[in-house]
């Protein structure tokens, strides 16, 4: 296909947006069309909206005859709002975007300018979580869509539905699907997949799934999870990591707080004695296992006590690896009609939080200097470890051994140093055994 028939998807948000964009792009390609311009919009925070329609402006100016559709959460919640905008020719929501023949349609001209359906309606997950990239060194296969809960900060739900779960005979066809094109670790993601299983039958558990994939499909190198709630610990997963070295010794966590009172008003599921409880099952099931985790700063009524709770539980749970966000009030959930904190006090908090995990990440990368481990090769000599640390092997090595640490290739290594949170390494000889796969 040329270039100019390449449509042009322009993606914001999270992981799941990036590989619904991908499968956007394979439809529109199918479809045959050219001079589009999407843009996968983010509702998580105000600034996610913003810069979404500061793209789609600077779009306009750069291409004024290009057509300009607009998808994704912030779509789905507010279509209106986004149809509105003058340099928006069409809205798409975000069932109606995963479907080919909306982009035959819209190639044909047929398409409606508003084509946004009900999502709390939706109640099977579209085939497009089954489609599997298989050029890509590392793949993520989403197996669950939607949530069932309501955070009262969130507005994710009214974007993605009710929770989905794919059926694990399905996952695995696609995991099989996956490695025979050449994926050497698979990320299960999904908007909740800690509740991946609930409204499939017999309700199993997703340690159980994680079990079947790793059973079915032992030519899989690494299989890790996206973001877990600690709120369901499951015996399942645990097992799984304790007993499958596949299974990557890394979780990422979603805690948003370390003060019980702020984590009843968000109306999360856990207190923080349930995250150092998950934390510590899983280090007594797994000693090399990471921890990383999702933090909010400056949520309504936050007190500087329960902001200093939240940096307490980064040490003394061991966090590592974070994602910190500022509050951001969103129209429609309960804590926008909250007595809000000062922006300035936010910012500064934010700064806080993302300081200490610095500190905590810069500590466990000094702790494995002089171990083994195996890195997962991508572009430029550099990847991940088993424990999501990046790497890098040293350029003199790297152009030594380019015919054996080309991407995808699983290279057993030592970790020589650290600094700015990565780690570089050296191949170790073939006869020193490597820490996991």
């Known amino acids: 296909m040329s270039r100019q028939n390449r449509p042009d998807i322009r993606t914001f948000g999270c992981r799941i947006n990036i590989w619904e964009s991908e499968v956007m792009r394979r439809h529109a390609e199918a479809a045959g069309l050219n001079d589009v311009v999407v843009v996968n919009t983010c509702a998580v925070t105000a600034e996610a909206e913003k810069q979404a329609r500061q793209e789609i402006r600077k779009i306009k100016r750069e291409r004024p005859d290009a057509r300009i559709i607009a998808t994704g959460c912030a779509v789905q919640i507010d279509p209106d709002n986004w149809a509105s905008l003058p340099q928006v020719d069409g809205v798409l929501g975000n069932q109606d975007k995963m479907l080919s023949d909306t982009w035959s349609s819209l190639a044909a001209d047929r398409l409606a300018p508003h084509q946004v359906s009900s999502i709390m309606e939706a109640e099977e997950v579209a085939s497009h979580l089954l489609d599997g990239f298989d050029d890509h060194t590392r793949g993520f296969l989403q197996v669950q ?89 499951d015996h399942y997963l645990m097992t799984a990591l304790e007993t499958h070295a596949r299974l990557m010794p890394h979780l990422h966590l979603s805690v948003q707080h370390g003060d019980d009172l702020i984590l009843k008003r968000m109306k999360r599921r856990h207190l923080a004695r349930d995250v150092h409880r998950f934390c510590e099952e899983a280090r007594r099931r797994r000693p090399d296992v990471v921890f990383g985790a999702d933090l909010i700063a400056g949520f309504p009524t936050e007190t500087e006590q329960a902001h200093q709770n939240s940096l307490e539980l980064i040490t003394t749970a061991g966090l590592t690896h974070l994602h910190v966000f500022g509050y951001s009030p969103r129209s429609g959930t309960p804590a926008a009609n909250m007595p809000q904190l000062d922006r300035a006090v936010i910012k500064q908090r934010v700064a806080e939080i993302k300081a200490a995990g610095d500190r905590q990440l810069a500590a466990h990368l000094a702790g494995r200097i002089g171990t083994s481990d195996m890195l997962l090769v991508e572009a430029g000599a550099k990847g ?49 055994p490597s820490r996991s796969l």
């Not at 908007?191 to 079947?212: C, E, H, M, N």
């Not at 152009?399 to 699983?410: H, M, N, T, V």
């Not at 057993?412 to 191949?427: K, T």
């Open 145 to 233: 869509q939607g949530c069932d809960h309501r955070c009262t900060f969130c507005i994710i739900p009214y974007g993605r539905g009710n929770s989905r779960s794919v059926p694990s005979e399905d996952v695995i066809a696609a995991v099989r699907k996956m490695v025979s094109g050449g994926t050497r670790e698979i990320v299960l993601s999904g908007v909740d997949i800690t509740s991946w299983g609930a409204d499939l039958p017999g309700r199993p558990r997703l340690g159980q799934l994680v079990l079947a994939v790793l059973d079915a499909v032992p030519e899989l190198p690494r299989l890790r999870l996206s973001s877990l709630d600690p709120a369901e610990p």
């Open 384 to 432: 991940y470890l088993s424990g999501y640390e990046k790497a890098r092997l040293a350029t003199g090595q790297a152009a030594e051994l380019a015919d054996q640490i080309k991407p995808g290739a699983l290279v057993a290594v030592q970790i020589e140093s650290a600094d700015d949170g990565l780690v570089h390494v050296s191949p170790l000889r073939r006869e020193q």
